[in-house]
């Protein structure tokens, strides 16, 4: 056993960051280790092979980080917060006391009247312990909230980040985009008003066509009418003779089909009646129609051609207008050339404007994705911290209410300690279990008050301080299991817990920054024996263990085929093999989770063979 931790310890000592630590229950102390080798004879080589053996046994397999530091022990100190006298100090210093104990005595005639001034203090000091617990009670509620807030960073910050990216793009995308829009409405426009003179040159000439077409019609419509109006009579009777013409044709034609009941005259009447219509429509058209119908015939050419011409530049003119207002409409209605220019002037305003902005949202998008990552890292690093964070604040509030618990409970021990020894024949003693650390007075000397008579190191607890990098020290929180063993105990060993974390560095360089860690033991400080202040430690920090389990030394252990099996011994001599299950390993000792049962003895081929 002994050999087997001072083994430990000198590995820890000179590997500080990666320790292996293997504690061992009480059951199991004996027979580690025995130092005794067994030969075997080979069956035709004659040489043999040394074996070396172990025991099974049950305890602790751990790795963590080890320091070194000195031990802290509570110090009680007795004092009076009155003027007194000593009558008789009752136990010399490096004394070990029990709480209870008499250790010192004084002079009843000589205290002087203090205790209602103690008794405001406590007072004050009551009521400084309630503030700092309603204190404690509402910060460690805000501490929880502001704890969930920042673990839940670590999920949103890559949403933020993603979303603020996404925006980023968005940004230049909509620059890039009005751009191009506004640029296309400019070449438009452009384009429009370089159209825009011959097309209006065209709708005008199209509607001024129109609208001579549309006086020439007219104009010879109203001279067909004069015409018609002085030459009615002459029209009157062509247009008899011609209809009498168009009417007896009509009948011969009837006539001639064999209908002989055309008004009684068969045949050959109508056809003789229809001649001299004839003669005399031509006669009349000769002699006297010929000239008017000639001039009427061509009033109505004219007409005829004009009002042609008037549909035809009409309908081109309505079209090429409609066009025309679909191409130049702005709006409701159709754009001038002075507001044309004015357009394309504004638009190329725009699109420096335009420009402008996109290089602005460009440049600034470089700034603003940067600022986007280091807030998403500030706020990984913040839901990294927050349990560290978190327990840093609830070990400042608690170091704040044991402060003031501390404060009270030592005014409320002077206040028990004046009335004790009032009603004591004046003899003070031990607040604790512990050992007289010091005494500063001797028998009949005055003491002023508050002053220290006496110093007693307490024997519940110890605490170790010690200092550890940078690199170890993120992987260590407040509560975290620990060990502390005493350079004048090697072999004995205290559980501990992380008491308190330093979050200023206690020393820095250009070359390493370490933290102090204050690691208090869970167990009494008599366990080890006597202990001082001042002691020589060191303090282990479990980051991995196997606790309460079979294990054996990794010697031993043989792997073939994936399969681990060991050589145990029997307590005939005689000699197995076993399969066993092998678990977790601190480099040196290696858990066995089946195969072999406490106490057991395996072998290990020993590196020296005998002749």
């Not at 092979?49 to 100190?77: F, Q």
């Not at 008499?102 to 312990?129: F, H, M, N, W, Y």
């Not at 008491?499 to 250009?510: C, E, H, L, M, V």
């Not at 294990?551 to 093999?577: C, E, H, M, P, W």
Request: glycine share 4%; with cysteine; proline share 1%.
């Amino acid at each position: 056993m002994h050999g087997k931790m001072r083994s430990i310890k000198d590995f820890a000592k000179l590997h500080k960051r990666i320790t292996v630590l293997v504690t061992i229950g009480a059951a199991a102390a004996v027979g580690i280790v025995i130092a005794a080798f067994v030969f075997w004879k080979g069956n035709s080589s004659g040489k043999e092979t040394s074996y070396r053996e172990y025991t099974v046994s049950k305890g602790d397999v751990m790795i963590g980080t080890t320091e070194s530091g000195t031990v802290s022990l509570a110090d009680e100190t007795i004092f009076l917060p009155v003027d007194c006298e000593i009558s008789s100090i009752l136990v010399p210093s490096g004394t070990s006391v029990k709480k209870g104990d008499p250790i010192l005595q004084i002079d009843l005639d000589s205290v002087a009247d203090g205790s209602a001034d103690t008794k405001e203090k406590l007072e004050s000091a009551r009521l400084s312990l309630q503030s700092a617990m309603n204190d404690q009670a509402q910060k460690l509620e805000t501490a929880k909230i502001t704890y969930e807030a920042n673990k839940y960073l670590a999920t949103s910050a890559p949403v933020t980040l993603e979303l603020a990216q996404a925006q980023i793009a968005h940004s230049i995308a909509s620059a890039q985009s009005t751009l191009e829009n506004d640029q296309t409405s400019l070449e438009q426009y452009k384009a429009l008003q370089k159209s825009w003179a011959a097309d209006d040159e065209k709708l005008q000439n199209l509607k001024k066509w129109m609208e001579d077409a549309e006086n020439c019609k007219t104009s010879y419509e109203t001279q067909l009418s004069s015409f018609e109006e002085e030459n009615s009579s002459v029209i009157s009777m062509y247009t008899s003779l011609k209809s009498a013409v168009e009417t007896d044709e009509q009948k011969y034609l009837a006539a001639k089909k064999g209908d002989t009941t055309i008004d009684g005259y068969d045949e050959d009447t109508w056809n003789d009646m229809l001649d001299e219509a004839r003669d005399s429509y031509k006669a009349y058209y000769n002699s006297i129609a010929n000239t008017v119908i000639q001039q009427k015939k061509e009033l109505e050419d004219q007409i005829a051609q004009y009002t042609a011409e008037y549909n035809n530049y009409s309908s081109a003119y309505n079209d090429f207008k409609e066009i025309f207002s679909d191409k130049y409409n702005a709006g409701s209605a159709e754009m001038s050339k002075t507001e044309l220019d004015n357009k394309v002037a504004s638009l190329e305003s725009t699109v420096k404007e335009d420009q402008y902005n996109l290089e602005k949202t460009e440049k600034s998008a470089d700034i603003s994705a940067k600022s986007a990552q280091q807030t998403a890292q500030t706020d990984l690093n913040t839901a990294q911290y927050a349990q560290n964070n978190y327990d840093l604040m609830v070990n400042q509030l608690n170091v704040a209410v044991t402060s003031a618990q501390s404060s009270y409970d030592k005014l409320q021990r002077q206040m028990d300690e004046i009335n004790s020894a009032l009603s004591n024949d004046g003899v003070i003693t031990s607040p604790c279990d512990g050992v007289v650390a010091s005494v500063s007075y001797t028998d009949g000397d005055s003491v002023e008050a508050e002053n220290p008579m006496m110093v007693i190191s307490g024997n519940d607890a110890l605490s170790v301080s010690v200092s550890v990098s940078e690199d170890d020290i993120i992987n260590i929180s407040v509560g975290q299991k620990a060990t502390i063993s005493l350079s004048a105990y090697e072999d004995r060993m205290l559980d501990a817990v992380v008491d308190s974390i330093t979050a200023q560095p206690a020393r820095s360089g250009s070359s390493s920054v370490t933290y102090s860690v204050v690691v208090k033991s869970t167990g009494t400080a008599a366990e080890m024996g006597t202990v001082y202040d001042g002691m020589s430690a060191d303090a282990t920090i479990v980051q991995h263990a196997a606790d309460d389990v079979l294990y054996v030394n990794n010697r031993t252990i043989s792997f073939q085929d994936g399969i681990s099996s060991v050589l145990v011994k029997s307590s005939d001599g005689t000699t197995a093999v076993k399969t066993v299950k092998t678990g977790f390993s601190d480099g040196t000792y290696v858990e066995i989770t089946s195969g072999l049962t406490k106490g057991e003895t395996v072998l290990a081929e020993s590196t020296v063979s005998a002749k």
